[in-house]
């Protein structure tokens, strides 16, 4: 084990060398670029023996990867943004044709207006592809959640694409100290791939997805919801051994919980900011709320269970949600009101676009969203809340 | 009614489910795989004996492989597959394909 200082995006890159990945393409996009940059220097140096392809576009990235999984191999691509949405089509095939395809996305919102900062519209955007879908709090998760995605992926029980999302600059661009297994270590943990489901070879012909009749299609969707269903519990598995193996310090399993031990009030997360949102959960302890926080690490499969069992035992629940649905509410907020069965859920929407959100502004905004409660004002909460301080419109 | 799946024998369903997975996914090479699609056709190609020089360019051309040929023989169209899109006709240097609609 080793210890270094490594952006977010160059920790993605070092664990898919590690992986040992066959085959990577990709086409550049802020604030992705740097994680295969990175791959292409190790590529050009001979420190990783990939085969690295240059596409025009990242539809074509994710077909190259596509392809090359349906020939056995194990492979990587990553993007953001506008370059994800550009995916779209490719995503749908690579899971319905159940390849395990690993894919980061470093997030940032999307246009208009141009804008490369972070918010988490464009990585939820694939929601309902059939992707597992992890989000990282720190640049060690994101590694580590980037080398647990092979093993989740390729796993027999599962057989589904990854998606690790990291922040856009928070988490891509910024140097934290990363614990980096050795290469004997990892080999050991994480063998080479089996080609399964199929592996398209010279000489033995076949068709993937051929046309069929319909009963055909909606059976294989059940396939897969099963294969979904059964990936919660292969992620509990290799995140649990992984740290068992590694001690990374960063946690495992669907959801991390901090501080919900005796909590009354939950606050719900994903991605980086939990960070901040724990600093403003041990700053309203202090001050004697009884806050905790939820952080959810994977989105797909969403942690049903897990939530509803978290939501029963406290008295209300805020969801903090940096992506919004128009018409509707945030995203992660309509996902987590689908499981509370009758505890409240306030969603409040902020840092879109990138706008900092610091661990002031979660005190005011949980401080704010226990006092509504307590003066019985929850049921204002059908509405989702923007949390804009610096707009002075009411 | 409906199903509802919740795992138990994680291993096991797998095994089902891969096996599933690869008998719905892929199809392997054989005539006819997608059913007997001359159903579909509204215009028959036909081979005029008289016009044809057995050049072989329908058979190469023919998308769906429907066309046996050899350099003796007139072109043989096996119209169980033939959807009758009428590319044979269209690329025939001497006019020797018709198309004939169907039922006439």
């Not at chain 1, 519990?233 to 649990?240: H, N």
């Not at chain 1, 509707?328 to 996902?335: A, K, R």
């Not at chain 1, 401080?367 to 909460?381: H, I, Q, T």
């Not at chain 2, 056709?41 to 046996?68: H, M, N, Q, T």
Request: with cysteine; charged share 25%; net charge negative.
């Amino acid at each position: 084990m080793k210890k270094k200082i490594l952006m977010g995006s160059h920790a993605v890159a070092e664990a898919v060398k590690l992986a040992r990945v066959d085959v990577i393409s990709a086409y550049p996009i802020t604030p992705q670029t740097v994680i295969v940059e990175r791959l292409a220097e190790m590529v050009e140096r001979g420190e990783l023996k990939s085969r690295y392809v240059r596409v025009e576009s990242e539809h074509s990235a994710l077909a190259v990867v596509y392809g090359a999984s349906a020939g056995g191999s194990r492979v990587f691509t990553a993007t953001s943004s506008h370059g994800l949405l550009y995916m779209y089509e490719m995503l749908w095939w690579v899971t319905n044709s159940r390849l395990p395809v690993v894919m980061a996305v470093a997030t940032r919102a999307i246009g208009p207006p141009w804008n490369i900062h972070t918010d988490h519209n464009d990585a939820l955007t694939i929601r309902d592809a059939g992707w597992i879908i992890g989000f990282a709090e720190s640049v060690q998760e994101a590694f580590d959640m980037t080398l647990q995605a092979y093993k989740i992926g390729e796993d027999k029980r599962v057989l589904l694409p990854v998606m690790i999302a990291l922040d856009g600059f928070i988490l891509s661009h910024t140097s934290e100290p990363v614990l980096v297994p050795e290469e004997e270590e990892v080999a050991d943990w994480l063998p080479p791939r089996e080609p399964l489901p199929f592996k398209v070879e010279p000489g033995k012909p076949f068709a993937v997805g051929n046309l069929g009749p319909d009963n055909v299609t909606m059976e294989l969707r059940w396939n897969a919801w099963k294969a979904a269903e059964r990936a919660k519990r292969v992620i509990e598995e290799v995140s649990a051994q992984y740290e068992k193996r590694f001690v990374t310090g960063t946690s495992s399993g669907l959801v991390e919980r901090y501080e919900t031990e005796g909590a009354k009030y939950l606050a719900i997360s994903i991605g980086a900011w939990s960070g901040d949102v724990k600093e403003a959960v041990d700053a309203l302890r202090e001050e004697g709320y009884d806050v905790g926080l939820a952080r959810i690490r994977y989105v797909r499969p969403f942690p049903r269970e897990e939530l509803r069992d978290l939501l029963s035992s406290v008295r209300a629940a805020v969801v903090l949600d940096r992506s919004v649905s128009m018409g509707h509410m945030g995203i992660l907020g309509s996902e987590v009101r689908a499981v509370s069965e009758r505890t409240p859920v306030k969603n409040v929407i902020a840092g879109i676009g990138g706008v900092d959100v610091s661990y002031k502004d979660f005190i005011s905004i949980l401080r704010g969203f226990v006092e509504e409660y307590e003066a019985g004002l929850s049921g204002e909460w059908s509405v989702a809340e923007w949390y804009m301080p610096w707009v002075t419109e009411r | 009614m409906g199903m509802r799946y919740v795992p138990s024998d994680l291993e096991g369903e797998a095994n089902k489910d891969l096996e599933d997975l690869r008998n719905k996914l892929l199809s392997r090479p054989s005539p006819g795989a997608s059913g007997p699609t001359g159903s579909w056709r509204l215009f028959r190609p036909e081979v005029s004996a008289a016009k044809c020089v057995k050049c072989g360019i329908c058979w190469l051309y023919c998308p769906e492989d429907v066309i046996a040929w050899t350099q003796r023989e007139l072109p043989r169209i096996d119209y169980t597959y033939c959807k009758g899109c009428g590319v044979c006709a269209s690329v025939c240097p001497t006019k020797a394909i018709e198309m004939v609609v169907e039922g006439e």
